[in-house]
């Protein structure tokens, strides 16, 4: 009696064992994504500016998020996020960047038109995506909320020239919203201003088997985003290196070198979408692939194709491989225009791990 009752109970277990097995999934995952024409990317960002621009340097942008999802069977349409990203912004001009090298390095300074726009932000947050089954088509919609624990948000223009002694002469207009470290090393005195701030954002990917050999895929994160920051730092400055000028009436009057305000200022700002489409087409085994992709106001493109789990891609204007692996539980995409990552100017990767238990 006592056997059966063990035999039973065994049985039992591994019915409900089975029963539960795959019951949660857990998902860890890093999309990297950097790109610009004015110098290496990892120069810009450690600030190490021992290579001459690009010619037509104009545009930089380094956006990253990392994140762990989880999704249970029982709400299998559903899957939460917890998730951190890094966002950095740069658009600017060819006279700019060159004007910073020369200064950078001690070089003789020409005469530039400047004109800089900086955005960097770092948050964590938490999300909530809904993934719904068409005949042919998947859909996934997901909402995000931010809490922004980093901004700094700059803007300059200007005309400058260089003396021979390496000053710089001319007159330029600064402003800028900050967390903390800001242009001016302005302190933050009795909490002057604030530090956090917060935000939402939107993103939608899909998946369509349009024909037996055709299908198209696509995602836009960032469809719709609002960052709010209230009472964030805030400056604005009118700086002008010559010091004496001759008013309307005839006289000789002086200016301060810098002439402006610091206060704390409510901003809101948004930052600009990501969107990626690939077309997929089936043929003879091999899977020939098209890509577009629109980061900002930069778009790029990509020829490619895949064979089992690998997949080759190209970007024929970045000169830009991509390579890809897609396992059972892993992934990982690697994208390089440079075989020294410390001399690329675009460097790409896509890391994903499930577990399921």
């Not at 890093?30 to 450690?46: C, H």
């Not at 709400?75 to 939460?80: E, H, I, S, T, Y």
Request: aromatic content about 12%; cysteine-free; glycine content about 6%.
């Amino acid at each position: 009696m006592n056997k059966q009752w063990f035999l039973g109970l065994s049985a039992s277990l591994l019915v409900s064992t089975g029963t539960m097995a795959n019951t949660h999934e857990v998902t860890v995952y890093l999309d990297s994504n950097s790109q610009t024409n004015i110098a290496p990317v990892l120069n810009i960002a450690r600030d190490k500016w021992d290579q001459r621009p690009e010619s037509d340097a104009s545009f930089g942008f380094s956006q990253s998020r990392f994140g762990v999802a989880y999704r249970h069977t029982a709400l299998a349409n559903w899957q939460l996020h917890t998730m951190q990203r890094v966002d950095y912004l740069i658009d600017t001009n060819a006279h700019t960047a060159l004007g910073y090298y020369q200064e950078q390095n001690d070089q003789p300074l020409t005469s530039y038109d400047a004109r800089l726009t900086l955005t960097g932000t770092r948050s964590k947050g938490l999300g909530l995506a809904y993934q719904h089954h068409f005949d042919a088509l998947t859909v996934t919609v997901q909402t995000n909320y931010w809490q922004l624990n980093y901004l700094r948000d700059s803007q300059l223009s200007g005309a400058l020239s260089g003396s021979d002694n390496a000053q710089l002469r001319g007159a330029l207009q600064f402003s800028e919203f900050y967390s903390d470290n800001n242009f001016l090393k302005r302190p933050n005195t009795d909490n002057a201003w604030r530090t956090r701030g917060e935000g939402l954002s939107l993103d939608v990917h899909f998946d369509w088997q349009v024909t037996k050999h055709f299908a198209l895929s696509g995602k836009v994160i960032d469809l719709y985003n609002q960052f709010e920051f209230d009472q964030a730092g805030f400056t604005e400055a009118d700086i002008n290196t010559k010091g004496s000028f001759v008013d309307n009436a005839g006289f000789s009057s002086f200016r301060p070198l810098l002439k402006g305000r610091e206060t704390a200022q409510n901003h809101d700002f948004d930052l600009p979408s990501q969107v990626y489409l690939q077309g997929q087409y089936q043929y003879l085994g091999y899977r020939y692939l098209a890509s577009v992709r629109r980061q900002g106001d930069q778009h790029f493109a990509q020829l490619g194709m895949q064979l089992g789990n690998w997949r080759m891609m190209l970007d024929p204007l970045n000169l830009a491989p991509e390579l890809a692996y897609q396992g059972e539980a892993w992934s990982v995409t690697t994208a390089l225009d440079h075989i020294n990552p410390n001399k690329a100017l675009t460097l790409r990767l896509n890391f994903s791990w499930q577990l399921t238990w």
